[in-house]
């Protein structure tokens, strides 16, 4: 089968790009103090001259003090920070690529294993990060308007600093989802609530104020996911009619592409159907969607800390899916972090040059 259809190009507003392949946004913990070097810029510019489409920044954290839960994740806000970053866009554009940042808040956290805490209490919907698991406070309307705001600056930054688009990390068990899911929203105000449609009320004012702050023509991405770190099998949306009151509200508020994870692409989201998340958002919402997981790999990422490596695998299914119209983007991760090479080496059937994925390509910027 062949991969061309992925080196279509793809335009939306702000976005115009070479082909369909993302950089998956990967956490490096490779910026002291939160602020992102010369290494870091060179990182990303490798992947540009590998001929990544779009590059997905690491997520990189918001102005509230208690954001972050690693001092070595970058910020998105301070002058020496965006400096940092600037450097970083600059290098990508002069290498001919694409690139938006992860814009992040990491919610209610376990302690970081170095012992370093935030200043401030970890902050969430209802200081919890998992059923029955405190450890931190309970946000206030103010510290939420806040946070509403401090989403919005980070994205005008982007857009200043000469970005093609922003992402807004919702996904995964932080600060956004914390306040989706009913078990770590606990809270009784206009910000809780015992549907989920209900629940989205705060990732719909952040997307507000993104769009408020960017204007209409620079793009948007929202990453989600159904799972858990602490709950694999978790799903935010039962039912194709559930996902749709959690997505439809957050496509009207701004939303122009849905960045949906899941931990293996190739898993149907609901009985009766092989689409998978991306295929389903796109379905119901009309909105572009990128897949992601596993994409290009035998073995699933969070299986990569435990030590497990994963050999090359086929990209015929999902090949397969992208020409049936199921999404418009597909992200890669560990694959493109470990070879910045690897869209080229795909692109020209470089297929015996692939290399497999193991832990210590974590331990360094390659």
Not at 57 to 81: C, L, W
Not at 95 to 113: K, R
Not at 124 to 145: C, L
Request: with cysteine; hydrophobic share 40%; net charge negative.
């Amino acid at each position: 089968m062949s991969n061309l259809s992925l080196f279509k190009p793809f335009s939306l507003k702000s976005l115009n790009i070479k082909n369909r392949i993302v950089m998956a946004p990967m956490t490096r913990s490779f910026s002291p103090n939160g602020v992102p070097g010369d290494n870091v810029a060179a990182y990303y510019r490798r992947r540009a001259e590998g001929e990544v489409g779009l590059i997905l920044s690491e997520g990189t954290v918001i102005n509230r003090p208690a954001s972050s839960a690693d001092p070595n994740i970058p910020r998105f806000h301070g002058e020496s920070a965006l400096q940092g970053w600037q450097q970083v866009i600059n290098g990508v554009h002069a290498a001919g690529g694409s690139m938006g940042p992860q814009i992040w808040h990491q919610g209610v956290m376990d302690n970081h294993h170095s012992g370093w805490l935030p200043l401030t209490p970890f902050e969430g919907p209802s200081g919890i990060n998992r059923p029955d698991n405190t450890n931190g406070i309970a946000m206030s309307e103010k510290s939420i308007a806040d946070t509403i705001k401090a989403f919005g600056d980070a994205a005008a930054d982007a857009k200043s600093l000469g970005f093609d688009c922003v992402e807004i990390h919702g996904a995964h068990n932080y600060l956004i989802d914390q306040f989706f899911s009913e078990n770590t929203n606990l809270r009784t105000d206009a910000y809780g609530g015992k549907t989920l449609a209900a629940r989205t009320r705060f990732a719909v004012e952040v997307i507000k104020e993104v769009r408020r702050r960017v204007g209409d023509d620079f793009a948007i991405i929202i990453r989600l996911s159904q799972w858990k770190p602490y709950a694999y099998d978790s799903k935010m949306a039962a039912t194709p009619a559930e996902m749709e009151s959690w997505l439809q509200p957050m496509a009207d508020a701004g939303v122009d592409i849905f960045h949906c994870s899941q931990r293996r692409f190739w898993e149907p989201e609901f009985e009766g159907s092989d689409l998978n998340f991306a295929g389903w958002a796109k379905k119901l919402t009309g909105k572009a969607t990128i897949t992601v997981g596993s994409v290009g790999l035998s073995g699933e990422f969070l299986a990569a800390f435990k030590g497990e490596s994963s050999e090359p695998s086929s990209l015929e299914e999902l090949i397969r899916r992208f020409d049936r119209g199921d999404f418009d983007l597909v992200a890669v991760g560990r694959p493109i972090l470990a070879d910045p090479n690897w869209v080229k080496k795909i692109k020209e059937g470089r297929t015996e040059e692939l290399k497999g994925f193991s832990k210590e390509a974590l331990m360094e910027l390659l």
